[in-house]
């Protein structure tokens, strides 16, 4: 009698570059594949079931949310292996599958006993947003379902600042010095490029738990306002205002970046929030930056990136972590924001940053894993391991990159104003 492992092995070698990347174990307690790799646990039949109804991405992740199929070993190296020999393979190992890949497993499914009804959908909640894309409404539904999973989740996960965006690692053969340090780092950078000091307006558009809102009044004496729709973001900054004592300096506003009000701003910034813009708005978002800043102001961009060809998050990330997201390649950004009016001064490439701050967020969650279950559930804590595991390999592997764009929008003379060197960019705005 063929053993599970065996019959499942056989159908998936036809897609991966050489032997499997893993190695099967099966419900019946069998095993096939490569001893020394990673072990991919099926643990019933409804794993299986899970891929014929859900074929692809989205099917092996809700089974492994639902605890159907699991990792015995590092699930960021199985990960790894598994894309490195789907690459290998080319476009048609990576492709999804066609009619004659889709029988195949039907017809396995049938042999071991696994076709069924539909299995009920994982546990943990899933992106079901409706209304026109990016319409305020809708904007602001994708950025509930991510950022107000709850303020206690994200105060486990991150720093004592709440800075939820890739960290500048400036010290990163120090031994002493982590993501607290990498974060104030971040924070104090982007201060400087933005020439921040004494009075100076900054607006920060989606300004997440308010760890650069308020590095920048408490360190840099500027008068900022914070802009997020998250409810409970909003609730958490204002808080955190009163807290420090800082309501004359910082304003919290729980509005949509298109609702906000006035301009004349010395500097405005973006930090990890245009991946939400959407593709077919940020022209108009461009401009929009241009529009609130003064002559003379500085915006700084820091925005993820990926090719043109998988622009989204793909189908895991847009199910269950941030629906509605929208990146490009770099150049296409910079093209878009000089279109909209604005001059790019400088560009500061992060990925190596950012696969190090994933790595300690991932450290986190797998150190505390049995208080991250107990805030959210089984389910939800195993979406967060998927996504942090697959999004440091994307960092990692250069499938994405994130950069720091300081921009500045010029006299209607063309003056820019800016120092001529990056060491001069914070004269008249240093740290009080």
């Not at 958490?236 to 919290?252: F, Q, S, Y």
């Amino acid at each position: 009698m063929t053993r599970a492992a065996d019959r499942l092995a056989a159908l998936l070698a036809g897609h991966f570059a050489g032997n499997l990347p893993v190695r099967l174990r099966a419900w019946d307690g069998s095993e096939a594949g490569p001893p020394d790799a990673p072990v991919v646990v099926l643990r019933s039949r409804r794993a299986l079931r899970r891929l014929v109804w859900q074929p692809g991405e989205l099917g092996l992740a809700q089974a492994y949310i639902a605890g159907d199929l699991d990792i015995d070993g590092d699930l960021a190296d199985g990960l790894s292996r598994v894309w490195r020999s789907l690459r290998a393979g080319g476009p048609a190992a990576a492709a999804p599958p066609g009619p004659r890949r889709l029988t195949g497993m039907a017809v396995t499914a049938l042999r071991l006993g696994a076709l069924g009804p539909r299995p009920p959908a994982p546990g943990a909640p899933r992106a079901r947003l409706r209304g026109t894309l990016h319409s305020s409404a809708r904007d602001r539904a994708a950025i509930s379902h991510h950022y107000d999973l709850s303020n206690d989740w994200y105060a486990l996960l991150l720093d004592e600042s709440m800075a939820y965006s890739c960290g500048y690692w400036a010290r990163p053969d120090d031994p002493s010095y982590g993501l607290a340090d990498a974060q104030r780092d971040k924070l104090d950078l982007i201060c400087r490029k933005l020439g921040l000091g004494p009075g100076a307006r900054l607006l920060d558009i989606g300004c997440g738990w308010g760890s650069l809102s308020l590095y920048a009044a408490r360190e840099f004496g500027a008068r900022v306002t914070a802009v997020t729709l998250s409810r409970e973001q909003h609730a958490h900054v204002t808080a955190r205002i009163e807290a420090e004592g800082l309501g004359d300096l910082v304003e919290a506003e729980l509005r949509h970046y298109r609702q906000i009000r006035g301009g004349g701003y010395d500097a405005v910034c973006a930090i990890e929030m245009g991946e939400h813009v959407g593709d077919a708005q940020y022209p108009a978002f461009a401009a929009r930056l241009h529009a609130l800043l003064c002559p003379q102001g500085r915006a700084l961009i820091q925005q993820m990136s990926r090719g043109s060809a998988a622009p989204g998050g793909g189908a895991f990330i847009e199910s269950y972590i941030a629906p509605d997201m929208h990146m490009r390649p770099l150049g296409e950004t910079i093209g878009l924001l000089e279109a909209g009016g604005l001059e790019v001064r400088s560009v500061e490439a992060l990925r190596e940053h950012y696969a190090r701050t994933i790595a300690a967020w991932y450290r986190t969650l797998e150190t505390r894993w049995e208080e991250f279950v107990a805030l959210a559930g089984e389910p939800t804590a195993r979406v967060w391991r998927l996504y942090l595991a697959g999004s440091g390999l994307a960092f990692t592997e250069r499938r994405m990159g994130v950069d720091q764009i300081l921009a500045v929008r010029p006299t209607p003379e063309g003056e820019a104003a800016m120092p001529p060197t990056p060491d001069g960019w914070s004269v008249g705005g240093a740290r009080r």
